[in-house]
Each structure stands twice: as structure tokens, then as C-alpha cells.
């Protein structure tokens, strides 16, 4: 296809949404058993780990010091600050670390402090029926994901998508993270961040209009992607599926987008509400591709003709103003009118 039709087609899809193609869904009751966390208070005492990547010179301080000032004790997983190879220590003492971290009595909550890779290694040597009877809250992102994933599949416990020990804590997003691990975050709103609206990866548009309703599952699109035909693999269906990607062309997102489709990952979901994908930009000399279609037609080819609805630049993923995102609340996305609501608590 030319790519002159290429954005004639888009265009028609994109007129035809306008238009008043509009999706109404509602979750039925058969559904997974969810298991709430308690919810935080300030001076509980926190546990950070780094189930990932190797952590730099001075993060695993700059993760105490963040948590710290948001009035949390702190203490570290034995492996916080290992080092094999690009992985913080072997796969079962990172996994030794979450076990340790869920049984021990004295912490309320887990903090993750960076994402990289390497989460995934680790499902295999979790204590699934520790972390079940010990439900607290789990916070992170980006390669996180799997860790997410595999815990809820296993135990249904709510798990967070938001900050690492290493992100920055401005008010925005500590505001954000507060208003569903301290809050109960029942009837809490999910939006766009309109103070970035001229940069083109910030831009929020609808991309199939309509309302559904169903339970918040998803992460960093890559990690997602990867566990498709896996064990690890979650059910979407009934679910609202949220996604966050960094660092990856175009090209690199119709590719896997491609992926989920031709799975069916779609097919029974009730809806997709789509972050932030940053640095999505072509970069010809880094692909070596040229005419390169943006992130905003490569989307609109890929879901629009979806019959769920679909919006993207809700903010919550590799940017400074986040929403935390919890994995496993039942919401309601709303495509035409740009929001996510959280119709039940995201902590007891």
C-alpha cells in the first residue's frame, strides 16, 4: 500500500469514528477472585527490591530517600544492589527477595526500584501461596509487567502500575500514586495530561468512541507482547486493557500490536485505554527505515477497527506526570469523553 493511501485510509477510519461508531460493553460476572491489599499509612514500613535490572551508582539511595520523604521506613531487599551481569543478582535470589519481602510481617508494602529486564526470570521461583496469604501492595512499571502479570494470574492479588524507587516523586505523580495505595482510590479518575498536548506523543484522541466497563490489566506493551502464548499469559476476557510503551519506533509498535491482534488478545476485551508511548519517534538512521508512518497512523491502522472502544494518551507510563494504575480494579473506560474511572476500591 502507498503510503499516500495508507493515510487516506486512516483518515476515512478516523472520520468514520466521528462519525458515531461507538461501543457499549458491560462486564459479566464470570471473573477471576481478586484479592485487595491493606492500604498504606504514612510511617508503614516500605520494602524495596530489584526483581530487574542492575541498579546504577546511588539508586538504590535515591530509592530509599524518595520513598522516604513521602514518610515511609524503608528497608532493603538482600539483593537490592547485586550485580550478575545486567540482572540484580540470579533469578532466585531476586524471586528470594519478593518471597521474603510478602512473608515478612513487619512490611506493608513492596516497591520495585527500576525496571530494565529480568522480571520475568523470576516467576517460576515465586512463592505463590506466601504472597496469597500475605496480600500488600506492589508497585512499579515498565519490565514489572511480568511480575504483575504472573501474580495476579496466580494469586489475584491487585498489584500497582506506577512509580520505581528511582522515578521522579513530583507532586503530580505522588498525588497520583496516593490517591490508590494510601486512598482507597474508589471513583478515582484516570486522564490525559493536557499541559503537554503540543507534543505530538502527549496528543489524547479517541480512537474507537464508546463506554466499557471490565477489570484494569495490561503494562509495558514489549513485556506484554512477549508473554503472549506463555503460561504467564492473563484471560482479557471482560478485561480493560492498558498499555505503555518506550523507546520503540513506530514500525517496532505496529509489529507487536500485529502480534496481538493475530492472537486474538482483542477479541473478548472490553476495551483499551493506551498511556503515553515515549520516544516513539521514527528514527531513520537508527532503522534504517524512511518514510516511516508516525505512532498516531500506526495506531489508528492497528485499533481502530476494533468493536471495543479505544483511546489513547491517558498519562501513566515512561513520563514524569503518572498515574498509578491499579493492575486488576474494576473500571470504566470512557473513549469519547478521555477518561478511566475506578469503580471499586484499589485497597482495604
Not at 327 to 346: D, H, I, M, Q, T
Request: overall charge negative; some cysteine.
Amino acid at each position: 500500500m502507498k503510503r499516500s493511501d495508507f493515510i487516506k485510509s486512516v483518515s476515512l477510519l478516523t472520520v468514520a469514528a466521528a462519525a458515531g461508531k461507538s461501543f457499549a460493553i458491560s462486564e459479566n460476572n464470570t471473573e477471576e477472585k481478586v484479592i485487595f491489599p491493606p492500604a498504606l499509612k504514612i510511617g508503614d514500613t516500605i520494602g524495596i527490591i530489584s526483581p530487574a535490572g542492575v541498579l546504577k551508582e546511588g539508586q538504590s539511595e535515591k530509592s530509599i530517600k524518595n520513598l522516604e520523604d513521602l514518610g515511609f521506613i524503608v528497608v532493603q531487599g538482600e539483593n537490592v544492589n547485586s550485580v550478575n551481569g545486567y540482572f540484580a543478582g540470579s533469578d532466585k535470589d531476586r524471586a528470594n527477595d519478593v518471597n521474603k519481602m510478602f512473608a515478612n510481617s513487619d512490611v506493608k508494602g513492596i516497591f520495585c526500584t527500576r525496571g530494565g529486564y529480568g522480571a520475568v526470570r523470576i516467576l517460576d521461583f515465586l512463592d505463590y501461596q506466601t504472597i496469597k496469604k500475605n496480600p500488600k501492595v506492589l508497585v512499579g512499571y515498565s519490565d514489572i509487567t511480568s511480575l504483575q502479570y504472573g501474580i495476579f494470574k496466580e494469586t489475584g492479588l491487585v498489584t500497582f502500575h506506577g512509580p520505581v524507587g528511582i522515578s521522579t516523586f513530583n507532586e503530580f505523580s505522588v498525588n497520583a500514586l496516593n490517591g490508590v495505595v494510601i486512598n482507597n482510590g474508589e471513583d478515582f479518575l484516570i486522564k490525559a495530561d493536557l499541559s503537554q498536548a503540543d507534543d505530538p506523543e502527549f496528543e489524547a484522541y479517541t480512537v474507537v468512541p464508546g463506554k466499557a466497563e471490565g477489570r484494569l490489566v495490561g503494562g509495558n506493551l514489549s513485556v506484554v507482547a512477549s508473554l503472549i502464548g506463555t503460561k504467564h499469559d492473563i484471560n482479557y476476557k471482560n478485561k480493560i486493557v492498558y498499555l505503555e510503551e518506550i523507546g520503540e519506533e513506530p514500525y517496532s509498535i505496529d509489529r507487536m500490536l500485529t502480534q496481538m491482534l493475530y492472537s486474538g488478545k482483542f477479541e473478548e476485551a472490553n476495551g483499551v485505554a493506551l498511556g503515553i508511548f515515549k520516544d516513539s519517534t521514527p528514527d531513520e538512521k537508527k532503522s534504517g527505515i524512511s518514510n516511516s508512518f508516525t505512532l498516531k497512523e500506526v495506531i489508528l491502522d492497528r485499533l481502530s477497527n476494533l468493536k471495543i472502544p479505544v483511546y489513547y494518551g491517558f498519562s501513566f507510563g515512561h513520563i514524569l506526570n503518572k498515574y498509578t494504575v491499579p493492575f486488576g480494579v474494576k473500571a470504566e473506560l470512557n473513549a469519547s469523553e478521555g477518561y478511566l474511572k475506578l469503580l471499586e476500591r484499589a485497597v482495604i
